[in-house]
Structures are given as structure tokens and as C-alpha cells.
């Protein structure tokens, strides 16, 4: 027997989505492991792997799976706030287990996340991943997180060949009837296409910006307009302009440093002051 | 084969314990086991002869691991049953095999 050679990510994976499962049973909370090794082998590509493991929470039992998480050695390298323009998920890591994605939500998603958490765990089914019995989305459930994820995913093109082109009517009506149990159309319609018959839901620019590009200020004003209320558009308006102090750290290799941030607050400040420019010069031009 | 056919299981995966397979491919090929107690490791890496006892205690789970590995290799029983019963043995001490026949010759034939 020897100590630990280098381990193949996917099989690290794999041992994380162990780990959150087994810590997720030791203190009663509901987790759904999704994408990467989580996928039913019959909606993956041969070659597909995760690089770490995703799991989707009960929003009110996240809290304390993160609890459980960091007392088991997990640390947060990313917060939900500063891990991506959705605000979904916190990036946990452990030095043997590697990255975990803890999503709160699915973007795409807007219907209210516990129930749509309930949407997917009441149809749930056990998977075993490294020999531990996990709780996965129905196989409808994972098509339609597949097809939710594709724009935003490099696995994204194949994702929708193996899980979405390929299934038969029943399972696509049955898709289609999830995304609008969700409230997840425009996602759905960002990722097969279709995404300009949503002009006029809220989150369409927000979708726009993430399959066609923006600049970050086109992305600021549609996370604004995607925000479900006013307090939450308030939270992303007063947000927006911070440094992700995260990304910044992961830039660095270490903690930025006060002045650091500041100087990072200073250009981000100037870089959005040119976009502003760029934008009205494009507009003026356009007249 | 049939229900009183089947030799009774003795050595199970432990509760909080995890492992993941890797075949390998090619001509310097080496399959590994990966097991891990969890939450919070270690993580073991088993090649060779302990990826194979491993292997054979968890899919068959009985008392003819040691015949079973004998076999595999082309050595005669007695020529490893001992090494493997205190692989075997240590596998249980470090809570990664439950056996539910309790202490006791392991992998004898």
C-alpha cells in the first residue's frame, strides 16, 4: 500500500462528491450532485469530465452544509457574491478533495429556489459515485441542468448533441415542461437558439450579454434588470462597481494586499467610465 | 448460482469509506484502486497485488479472496494466503473493510 500518488482529477472528483454526500446524510440536508461525474453515463459525452464536483442545495440547508464543509477542512475560495454574475454558487476547496461547486440556485432558474429545489429532488434518483450512493436530478432533471448550463459551459455544444438533440419526444416534452416549471425559458431559449422570441422577459439581456458578449457595464445593467425585486437589483447596482477581492487573490496567488484592492476599485472605476464613452460614441455614431 | 450455493459475504466497503477504480491503458499500464475513508481521508492509492486483493474482497466479499488472488497470479494458495490475510487484516484495522465475522484467519481458501 502507498500514500497518494497523483490522483486523476476525475477520480478527486468523484471523492468530493463522496465527501459532501456523506456530510450532507451526517447532518439530515438535502444535496443533488449535478454536471461533470454526476451525469447519467447515457447524457454524457465518452470523454466528458467534471473538474470539480457541483452539487445544487436546499437553500435553507445551505448554510449548514457549508458549516459542515469547513469543519471538515473545506475552505471558501470563492463567496456566492463574487463567484459568478448569478450570485448561484460559493467554490469550496480541500487540499485531498480538490473543487466544489455549493450552488444555492441554478442560473436560469427564476422561479422561487426552494421550490424549485423540490421540482428536482422529488424526482430525484441514487447514483453511486466512488462507491457512495448520491442523490441525482431525474434523468429529465439532468438534461434540462445540461441544457441550462450550455451557454455557459465549454462542454456546453456537446452537452446539447448528448442530452438535449438526442432525446426522444417524451423526454423533450417532459424537459419543456421543467423549464417552465422553473421559470427557466429564456436560459432554455439562450442555450437552443431561440433566445430573441424573450425580448421582453427581464432577464433577457442578462442572457444576451453571456451567449452573444457585452462589456461589463452592458453585464452590470442587465444583472440589474434580471434581479428579481428592487432590494435584490439594489444588492447587484451597489455591488457591481467593488473589486472581486476573489478573482483578484486567484490573479495574485495570494491575498491582495489594501492598496492592492484599492488600486484594482481604481481601475475597474476607469475602466467603466471608458465603456460608458465607448458606448455613447457607438450610439452617436449609429444616428 | 443458487442462494445456498453462495458462500456467506464476510468483508464489506465501511460506511464512510469511498473508492474509485483506474484502469490503465497502453503498454506501461497500471490499474489503481483509490480508497479514502471520508470525510477526511487518507486517500490511499493500491497497485498490484493490493489493488487485486482489494478488488476481489469487495466483489466477492467472501472467504476465497485469497484463493481467488492465488489464482489470478498462477501461484499456488499457500504461497500467499498468509500475505493477504494480513492485507486483509490491515484494510479492516484502518476501518476501510468491515468484517463481520470479527478477528480471525482472513483470506484462507
Known amino acids: ?287 | 448460482m443458487t442462494e445456498s450455493g453462495r458462500r456467506a459475504a464476510r468483508y464489506r466497503v465501511g460506511s464512510a469509506v469511498a473508492f474509485e477504480s483506474e484502469i490503465g491503458s497502453g503498454a506501461d499500464a497500471v490499474t489503481r484502486v483509490y480508497v479514502a475513508s471520508l470525510p477526511d481521508g487518507p486517500l490511499l492509492c493500491l497497485e498490484g497485488p493490493a489493488a487485486l486483493i482489494w478488488t476481489e474482497a469487495v466483489a466477492v466479499g467472501d472467504s476465497s479472496v485469497a484463493a481467488r488472488v492465488a489464482d489470478a497470479v498462477g501461484v499456488s494458495l499457500d504461497e500467499v494466503a498468509q500475505d493477504v490475510a494480513r492485507f486483509l487484516d490491515d484494510l479492516v484495522d484502518r476501518g476501510l473493510l468491515v468484517d463481520d465475522r470479527g478477528a480471525g484467519s482472513a483470506g484462507g481458501g
Open chain 1, 1 to 287: 500500500m502507498t500514500q497518494p500518488a497523483p490522483v486523476p482529477l476525475s477520480v478527486r472528483v468523484r471523492f468530493a462528491h463522496a465527501v459532501v454526500q456523506l456530510l450532507a446524510d451526517a447532518h439530515g440536508l438535502d444535496v443533488l450532485h449535478i454536471k461533470g461525474e454526476a451525469i447519467d453515463p447515457a447524457l454524457a459525452a465518452p470523454d466528458r469530465h467534471g473538474t470539480d464536483a457541483d452539487v445544487l442545495v436546499r437553500p435553507s440547508h445551505v448554510a449548514l452544509l457549508l458549516d459542515g464543509m469547513r469543519s471538515h477542512g473545506w475552505q471558501m475560495h470563492n463567496t456566492f457574491d463574487t463567484g459568478s454574475p448569478f450570485g448561484h454558487a460559493a467554490g469550496m476547496h480541500h487540499e485531498l478533495w480538490g473543487y466544489a461547486d455549493v450552488h444555492r440556485l441554478f442560473p436560469g432558474v427564476t422561479a422561487d429556489p426552494e421550490d424549485a429545489f423540490d421540482l428536482l429532488w422529488r424526482d430525484r434518483a441514487s447514483m453511486p459515485i466512488a462507491g457512495v450512493a448520491c442523490w441525482v436530478p431525474s434523468l429529465t432533471g439532468q438534461v434540462t441542468i445540461l441544457v441550462l448550463n450550455a451557454p455557459r459551459s465549454g462542454w456546453g455544444q456537446s452537452d446539447l448533441r448528448t442530452a438535449w438533440e438526442a432525446a426522444d419526444p417524451q423526454r423533450a416534452a417532459d424537459v419543456r415542461a421543467l423549464v417552465e416549471a422553473l421559470g427557466a425559458e429564456t436560459a432554455f431559449a439562450a442555450a437552443t437558439g431561440d433566445l430573441d422570441r424573450h425580448r421582453g422577459r427581464r432577464d433577457y439581456d442578462l442572457w444576451r450579454v453571456i451567449t452573444r458578449g457585452g462589456t461589463r457595464v452592458e453585464e452590470w445593467q442587465a444583472r440589474i434588470k434580471a434581479a428579481p425585486d428592487r432590494r435584490a437589483a439594489l444588492r447587484v447596482a451597489l455591488r457591481a462597481p467593488l473589486v472581486n477581492v476573489d478573482h483578484l487573490a486567484h490573479q495574485l496567488g495570494r491575498q491582495p494586499t489594501r492598496r492592492e484592492v484599492a488600486r484594482a476599485l481604481l481601475d475597474r472605476a476607469r475602466r467603466g467610465v471608458r465603456e460608458v464613452a465607448s458606448m455613447a460614441r457607438g450610439r452617436g455614431a449609429a444616428r
